[in-house]
């Protein structure tokens, strides 16, 4: 017993203990863990690698090599001399052993503009892959904060569900007094339990839906744990639902010259820019340097090792040019693609524009219709209220019959619902018309 009683004086204790998420840990939480925005940030460090390899490439290329080999003459004589690299080999064996040792260099000194232009194209693929990363985090941050105001409202649906089976049980319980006094036949005794039963069947269902939100949301911050997950349950005041809506063309432009999509789009204008110059390149000559240093040795030699190294020793240095004359087309057809892409990258900005304008106009007619709809269902919702405690005092007097007072819960129940939809959908949409204004979440 003195177990039992342990456990049951810790078990609030860990309940209380559980960890609340709050909008911004969540938020905090998912930048540092989301697998996909993870995986969004790799791709950004391989473009960074691609813009030092092509940078690089500027740079004179430099390589040695060496060969060691034997050598193995049956039928040689051995009463002659033999000549070996110019030089006349005093040691006539029927076994040599030959090396050779070079060190070569090449240098692009001109190819159209290639090498630049690769560059800059690197470097605004870097660019776009970090854009294309944070649209990853805006999306993320976009999903939790709609999934949060979910879980809000169902959180504060299952307080209102519940107040509502305490209504109902009160209504059962004195059904029950009625129809042991003979004021209630036991078919309206009945519809009153199966009412009772309906909202407890309601509870759990908005219950379900809640849990699985929160599974939603654990899963997108990647936390695979089995504890269940809660958030923090804010106070929302009226004056928040009510806040003061900013001007749609204000938000606009402001998120014309923040939003990472716009600034994608714009540098793919760029970038198709320079795949223009760079497919007119095939037209333009280019010119290399060479340069190279080789030497070898000969076991079948009267001179030493380092003699023949010294002696042996041949350089060269050579430019070369190379003319495009006839590629068969093929530099044209590049260039042309070139430029369509270049028009229908200008076309993706007008698009990315029109999209922009368009989630912008309709989070601010939906965060101002749902400020309309809050501000009407909170006076409908009073005025029920006020309308069921009436009916539910008739009843109680036997003034009133059963039909009369399920249909005033239920029209109470609709109102509350309606007032809780039309108030988080003000919240979220505010909050998204923040956060494409000025990039931030609360």
């Known amino acids: 017993m003195r177990k039992v009683l342990f456990i049951l004086f810790l078990l609030p204790l860990s309940v209380s203990a559980q960890k609340q998420w709050t909008l911004q840990e969540c938020i ?39 060969n060691q080999s034997f050598g193995y003459q ?23 052993y030959n090396g050779s040792y070079s060190l070569s260099g090449q240098w692009t000194v001109w190819n159209g503009n290639r090498n630049i232009n690769t560059i800059k194209l690197d470097q605004l693929s870097e660019e776009q892959a970090e854009l294309s990363t944070k649209e990853t985090a805006n999306s993320i941050q976009e999903r939790i904060a709609q999934i949060y105001a979910q879980i809000l409202y169902l959180a504060e649906n299952v307080k209102v569900n519940e107040q509502m089976l305490e209504t109902s049980k009160k209504n059962e319980e004195r059904g029950k007094e009625m129809l042991s006094v003979g004021k209630m036949s036991k078919a309206d005794v009945a519809q009153l339990s199966a009412q009772r039963a309906n909202d407890e069947y309601t509870i759990v269902e908005a219950q379900s839906q809640l849990m ?49 999509e716009i600034e994608r789009s714009q540098l793919a204008i760029k970038s198709s820019g320079v795949n223009v110059a760079l497919a007119k390149a095939g037209w333009m000559p280019s010119v290399n340097l060479t340069g190279g240093i080789t030497t070898s040795t000969n076991s079948l030699s009267g001179n030493g090792w380092g003699d023949q190294i010294k002696s042996n020793v041949n350089t060269s ?14 530099t044209k057809t590049s260039v042309n693609k070139a430029k369509i892409q270049q ?97 931030t979440l609360r």
Request: net charge negative; aromatic share 8%.
């Open 28 to 66: 905090d939480y998912a930048m540092a863990n989301n697998i996909t925005l993870q995986q969004s940030k790799l791709k950004k460090e391989s473009a960074t690698e691609e813009l030092k390899g092509a940078k690089a490439a500027l740079l004179p290329t430099l390589s040695a090599s060496t």
């Open 74 to 96: 049956p039928w040689k004589d051995t009463g002659m001399s033999y000549v070996t690299n110019g030089t006349v080999n005093t040691k006539v064996d029927k076994t040599s």
């Open 212 to 260: 699985n939100y929160e599974l939603q949301l654990k899963q997108l911050l990647e936390i695979t744990d089995e504890e269940r997950f809660q958030v923090a349950i804010p106070e929302i005041t009226d004056e928040q639902v009510l806040a003061q809506i900013p001007e749609l063309q204000t938000v606009y432009e402001q998120a014309l010259m923040s939003r990472p």
């Open 317 to 330: 240095l050579g430019v070369g040019v190379t003319v495009p004359i006839y590629d068969g087309r093929s």
């Open 343 to 439: 028009l229908q990258a200008q076309l993706d900005l007008q698009d990315q524009q029109k999209t922009l304008y368009s989630n912008i106009q309709q989070f601010w007619l939906n965060a101002w219709t749902n400020q309309q709809k809050y501000q009407a269902a909170k006076s409908s919702v009073e005025s029920a209220q006020q309308s069921y405690d009436l009916l539910s005092e008739q009843f109680r007097l036997g003034l009133k019959n059963i039909v009369e007072l399920m249909a005033g819960k239920d029209n109470l129940l609709s109102q509350q619902q309606s007032q809780l939809q039309s108030k988080y959908l003000a919240l979220y949409n505010q909050q998204m018309l923040e956060f494409y204004q000025n990039g």
